[in-house]
């Protein structure tokens, strides 16, 4: 599970980000709340999901399912009946009982507990493998991982290769470990403040970049989420990301004008 983010919810929530508006995990929040939804297209790229459905589909959910137990979809009176027929099948306590009840667990007891906790859960992990194979859900790929792809690519092609691992070095510290889906301008916001602030040079002169710096490095963010969205496939022929988000280019009200090179 994963904490619940501030976010300025809406009527709409983009795919990318709706599982944190329940503070679920990515992968629970497809298996269980995604089917039944509607998705809109808000732009070219991006998709949302309505917040009202959302809301109806974890109130399914709490009904069907409350601290572990089923609902009142048979009514309460087939919970106390239950308990009644449990407390009337329960043995009374003597003192020899309550002694062996009061005693711990054997070490063959605890072993087998242990067998059976290990055998649950590689059941779980063998049927999340076999889902990913068949293309049930996305392997959860960081931005690290993806930006590595990147720049193996780029070496030898491209000639700015050296300037693109600066920017990606620059980047990794604030969204390296983040998964290819948290990346958007929300999070990509903690990065942009640190740039812009002023520093002072080794010979006490004030510095700041200029915007212009700043969108090179958002640039290649896009790039590489682009990449993730329509060209780089995990095994199961799923792309990285379903949908790449659309990454804000700041405007530099100050930067130089065009101007032709030659009058004639």
């Known amino acids: 599970m994963t904490s619940r983010r501030h976010f300025p919810w809406g009527r709409w929530i983009r795919v990318s980000v709706a599982h944190h508006y329940l503070a679920v995990d990515r992968r629970w929040f497809d298996r ?9 297209k808000i732009s070219k790229q991006a998709r949302a999901f309505i917040r009202t459905e959302i809301d109806e589909a974890a109130a399914r959910l709490e009904n069907i399912n409350r601290d572990g137990r089923p609902s009142s979809e048979k009514g309460e009176s087939a919970w106390a009946e239950r308990e009644r027929v449990a407390s009337r ?12 009840s009061a005693a711990k667990p054997s070490t063959p007891d605890l072993a087998q507990s242990a067998k059976i906790r290990r055998e649950a859960w590689l059941a779980v992990r063998i049927e999340r493998i076999e889902q990913e194979r068949q293309g049930g859900t996305r392997p959860r790929v960081t931005f690290r991982e993806a930006a590595a792809r990147y720049l193996k690519d780029c070496i030898g092609k491209v000639d700015t290769a050296d300037l693109i691992a600066f920017h990606i070095e620059l980047l990794d510290p604030w969204i390296g470990s983040l998964s290819v889906d948290e990346v958007y301008d929300e999070t990509l916001q903690p990065f942009k403040d640190d740039r812009l602030k002023p520093t002072v040079t080794k010979t006490g002169k004030p510095k700041q970049i200029s915007l212009t710096t700043l969108n090179r490095s958002l640039e290649i963010v896009r790039r ?7 060209s780089y496939r995990h095994p199961n022929r799923m792309t990285y990301l379903e949908t790449a ?3 804000t280019i700041e405007t530099n009200k100050r930067a130089r004008k065009q101007y032709p090179l030659s009058w004639d």
């Open 224 to 230: 590489i989420l682009n990449l993730c969205a329509r």
């Open 32 to 40: 269980h709340i995604k089917p039944g939804l509607t998705v809109i």
């Open 89 to 100: 099948q329960m043995p009374v306590a003597t003192k020899s009982s309550t002694s062996r």
């Open 245 to 247: 988000p659309l990454i």
